[in-house]
């Protein structure tokens, strides 16, 4: 238990997972026959498995009021491996647009696989492409973010670009979701609120990196919550399940969470933290709906030197 708490430990970014006090059982569905035909072979190297290390996806979604029920889609996906023996930290941005065939059946963007079945069916199909073991899961919403960096105090960055956006989403709060609003977050050292880091991290417009350029800000934000959350003791998480009410979903326990924050800072070093965005050559445009082609033959020997 030592070993996975201390691996557990570095998810206090995720001061998200105070908020289920019991966790969530989330059930995977077995891939369907006819997805299994067009998924990836397996790596022939996989990567060793360590003691106590474990490998979490991070969902973050659109949820504001153009969605019925929990039929979101995912805009950010994060693979993280934590591997408490080597203090070592991997983080790769799955692209929302990698065209992929889901676990439920047919081929679509890959981050409709939520809206499709939840977190199960989000977490079978990254398995069943990138043929990796996903042990937990951490989802939330556009005001879990908000309130989790608000509760935390805010978040500094250093932003190397400034984000102008004519057409960010106006849908938080208000009584016109399909609206606009112009907004900026400027360049350089910034200490940023729940509502302007959201902005930060979900904008994708004039960005020259596309929508890869918007995960490097995700795991930047990320990296800055982490940070933040090192500050944190065991008589914090009632106040922040409060303040993050019905907006995370997860299946670790606040209890997991209470044991392993005493460990956390011992993940202090920067260059222990290893994050890959799987921009060209790893992928290639010209897939259906705009989406994007994935070149497994590149991505698994990637992922899987990391992950098993």
């Given at each position: 238990?030592?070993?996975?708490?201390?691996?557990?430990?570095?998810?206090?970014?995720?001061?998200?997972?105070?908020?289920?006090?019991?966790?969530?059982?989330v059930?995977?569905p077995t891939?369907?026959?006819?997805?299994?035909?067009?998924?990836?072979?397996?790596?022939?190297?996989?990567a060793?498995?360590?003691?106590?290390?474990?490998?979490?996806?991070?969902?973050?979604?659109d949820?504001?009021s153009?969605?019925?029920?929990?039929?979101f889609l995912?805009?950010?996906?994060?693979?993280?491996?934590?591997?408490?023996?080597?203090?070592?930290?991997?983080?790769?941005?799955?692209?929302?647009?990698?065209?992929?065939?889901?676990?439920?059946g047919?081929?679509?963007?890959?981050?409709?696989?939520?809206?499709?079945g939840?977190?199960?069916?989000?977490?079978?199909t990254?398995?069943?492409?990138?043929?990796?073991?996903?042990d937990?899961?951490i989802?939330?919403?556009?005001?879990?973010?908000?309130?989790?960096?608000d509760?935390?105090?805010?978040?500094?960055?250093?932003?190397?670009?400034?984000?102008?956006?004519?057409?960010?989403?106006?849908?938080?709060?208000?009584n016109?979701?399909?609206?606009y609003?112009r907004i900026?977050?400027?360049?350089?050292?910034?200490?940023?609120?729940g509502?302007h880091?959201?902005?930060?991290?979900r904008?994708?417009?004039n960005?020259?990196?596309?929508?890869?350029?918007?995960?490097?800000?995700?795991q930047?934000?990320?990296?800055?919550?982490?940070?933040k959350?090192?500050?944190?003791s065991?008589?914090d998480?009632?106040?922040?399940?409060?303040?993050?009410?019905g907006?995370?979903?997860t299946?670790?326990?606040?209890?997991?969470?209470?044991?392993m924050?005493?460990?956390?800072?011992?993940?202090?070093?920067?260059?222990?933290?290893?994050?890959?965005?799987?921009?060209?050559?790893?992928?290639?445009?010209?897939?259906?709906?705009?989406?994007?082609?994935?070149?497994?033959?590149?991505?698994?020997?990637?992922v899987?030197?990391?992950?098993p």
């Open positions: 238990m030592a070993a996975v708490s201390g691996s557990l430990s570095y998810f206090l970014p995720a001061a998200w997972i105070a908020y289920q006090a019991s966790g969530q059982n059930v995977v891939p369907s026959p006819t997805s299994l035909l067009f998924s990836p072979t397996p790596s022939p190297s996989p060793p498995v360590q003691s106590g290390a474990f490998t979490v996806l991070l969902l973050g979604s949820d504001d153009k969605f019925l029920g929990d039929h995912t805009q950010s996906m994060i693979l993280v491996r934590v591997i408490p023996a080597t203090k070592q930290v991997i983080m790769v941005s799955i692209p929302r647009d990698l065209w992929v065939p889901l676990s439920s047919g081929s679509y963007k890959i981050d409709g696989a939520y809206s499709y939840g977190a199960g069916e989000a977490i079978a990254v398995e069943q492409n990138f043929g990796v073991h996903i937990y899961y989802w939330v919403g556009l005001l879990g973010l908000i309130r989790v960096i509760a935390i105090g805010g978040v500094d960055v250093v932003t190397s670009n400034p984000v102008l956006d004519d057409y960010y989403p106006l849908d938080i709060n208000s016109t979701p399909y609206g609003s900026a977050v400027l360049g350089g050292p910034q200490h940023l609120d509502v880091a959201l902005q930060y991290v904008s994708r417009h960005d020259l990196q596309s929508d890869f350029g918007r995960s490097r800000r995700q930047q934000v990320l990296l800055a919550i982490r940070e959350a090192k500050q944190l065991p008589e998480l009632p106040a922040l399940a409060q303040a993050i009410g907006e995370l979903k299946n670790i326990s606040i209890g997991q969470v209470g044991s924050l005493p460990l956390a800072a011992s993940f202090d070093n920067p260059s222990s933290i290893q994050q890959i965005v799987l921009a060209s050559p790893y992928t290639r445009g010209g897939a259906p709906d705009e989406s994007l082609y994935a070149d497994w033959g590149l991505i698994l020997p990637l899987h030197r990391y992950f």
